[in-house]
């Protein structure tokens, strides 16, 4: 069973074209991470939210974290090829231990 | 500000060997992580340490697995007997301590084949 569902889990657009990636659970998550990673390397941390209903934005990435705590979305606009890659959420649960649970991640391809 | 280190970043091992992964956290950061990759698949959660201390090892298989954080030094991920099925990326993580202890940066990991 995922606990983390992503969707879709791959994605091809055209640059200067927006787009959102979902990640949703029945679960409460205390916080929700969202991460990039490249072909034969590690993920690399974008954002964090940890409060239910919070946005935050880096540049052209806007993160929202639902109401209740259970999904969240990444938003990206005018996407460009350097956006290319493999983006993952990963939640720490509500009244767990430390670690996170993942999804299998979104592969997003920008064809220039 | 070095970031995780892991190390070896390729590691070939035949049916049967030992494999021991090495992970030095960030500076300044006393909790260490590691998961398991596999190809199509997730990062799976493996096992949370503190030094010297083993916190949480709920996915980590009960047999021919396991991890140490020393006080002094890398933790070790060692895998004994290694088998085909081992082979996958290892990553390891960090995080500091008090409220943002869950927020983990990860390593470039450590990827195993098994002969």
């Known amino acids: 069973t995922q606990l983390l569902e992503q969707s879709p889990q791959f994605l091809s657009i055209q640059e200067g074209e927006n787009l959102t990636v979902y990640c949703n659970s029945s679960?409460?998550?205390?916080?929700l991470q969202w991460y990039r990673q490249e072909p034969g390397e590690g993920p690399v941390l974008l954002v964090t939210v940890v409060t239910g209903g919070e946005v935050k934005k880096l540049k052209r990435l806007t993160f929202q974290f639902g109401d209740a705590r259970k999904d969240s979305s990444l938003h990206i606009t005018a996407a460009q090829p350097g956006d290319t890659g493999l983006y993952l959420c990963a939640g720490g649960l509500q009244g767990g231990s430390e670690k996170l649970v993942f999804g299998k991640g979104t592969k997003l391809t920008v064809n220039p | 500000n070095a970031g995780v280190m892991q190390n070896p970043r390729h590691l070939v091992r035949r049916r049967g060997q030992e494999a021991r992964l090495r992970c030095s956290p960030m500076k300044g950061h006393s909790h260490v992580y590691w998961y398991r990759q596999l190809p199509e698949e997730g990062l799976k959660f493996m096992v949370y340490?503190?030094?010297?201390?083993?916190?949480?090892e709920s996915g980590m298989p009960k047999e021919r697995f396991s991890a140490e954080f020393p006080k002094e030094g890398p933790s070790i991920l060692r895998i004994q007997q290694v088998v085909r099925g081992d082979s996958a990326a290892y990553f390891c993580?960090?995080?500091?301590?008090?409220?943002?202890?869950?927020?983990?940066?990860f390593g470039a990991g450590t990827r195993l084949s098994v002969l």
């Open positions: 993580a960090s995080s500091p301590t008090g409220r943002f202890k869950n927020i983990q940066y």
């Open positions: 340490l503190q030094k010297e201390n083993i916190i949480d």
């Open positions: 679960s409460v998550f205390s916080s």
